[in-house]
């Protein structure tokens, strides 16, 4: 099956970018997405890129995808007090279910 | 819009007590999906339905765990009886179900088993 891994923790300066890394083993996804789950709450998603795409920016989100390392970053410029959170990436390859990282903690130093 | 709709929010209950957990997706979603999400986890798929058909519940420890989705809308799972080792928590997500499947999720419901 999918192998999706993250680093588990990630602690980023108030105003700073942080971003937030993925790996995985299947490049047969479609699309891939992040989600970010804050405490006490279910996961929402915040963007996804689809896979003949290299780059996908939504306001502060970008979204970077190298399919030859299999590698999905999520990067967030300016970086607020309110991004406090455990973001997923996740993959969809075909007639598969979607598979979820372990998740990465962002804690935000004021 | 309402979203995904979940209840219990909380539910403590001592080993070999039977519980259950009940879902109400958005409105149109045909597809709900019921995970599970041990902790400092990511969630994980227990069974999907599209509507009333379960078509993948190859996760769902079927001695113990059941669930039904009547009428292709609400769906409740079932544990019976609970193990200390199904403390966690219980999301329920639904989608429109095509091909990119943007899943929306419910608060959950964290059951601790003593």
């Known amino acids: 099956g999918e192998d999706v891994e993250q680093s588990l923790f990630l602690s980023v300066r108030e105003g700073d970018s942080s971003v937030i890394n993925c790996t995985y083993t299947d490049s047969s996804s479609t699309y891939l997405y992040w989600y970010k789950q804050e405490p006490g709450a279910g996961l929402q998603l915040l963007t996804y890129i689809f896979s003949n795409m290299d780059m996908k920016q939504d306001q502060r989100l970008t979204v970077l995808l190298n399919k030859k390392d299999k590698h999905l970053s999520l990067r967030i410029a300016d970086t607020q007090t309110g991004d406090s959170a455990i973001y997923f990436c996740?993959?969809?390859?075909?007639?598969?279910?979607?598979?979820f990282g372990t998740g990465t903690r962002l804690t935000i130093i004021p | 819009e309402a979203g995904v709709v979940q209840s219990p929010r909380y539910k403590i209950i001592e080993k070999k007590q039977p519980v259950a957990f009940w879902c109400n997706p958005i409105?149109?979603?045909?597809?709900l999906y019921w995970y599970r999400q041990n902790l400092g986890q990511g969630p994980e798929l227990l069974i999907r339905?599209?509507?009333?058909?379960?078509?993948?519940d190859s996760q769902l420890p079927k001695d113990r765990f059941s669930a039904e989705r009547l009428k292709g809308v609400d769906s409740t799972l079932k544990i019976q009886p609970a193990e200390l080792g199904d403390s966690a928590v219980y999301l329920c997500?639904?989608?429109?179900?095509?091909?990119?499947?943007?899943?929306?999720f419910g608060s959950g419901t964290q059951l601790s088993v003593l």
């Open positions: 997500a639904s989608s429109l179900g095509q091909i990119n499947e943007k899943l929306f």
């Open positions: 339905y599209e509507n009333e058909e379960a078509v993948d």
């Open positions: 996740a993959v969809n390859p075909p007639s598969e279910k979607l598979t």
């Open positions: 409105s149109g979603h045909n597809t």
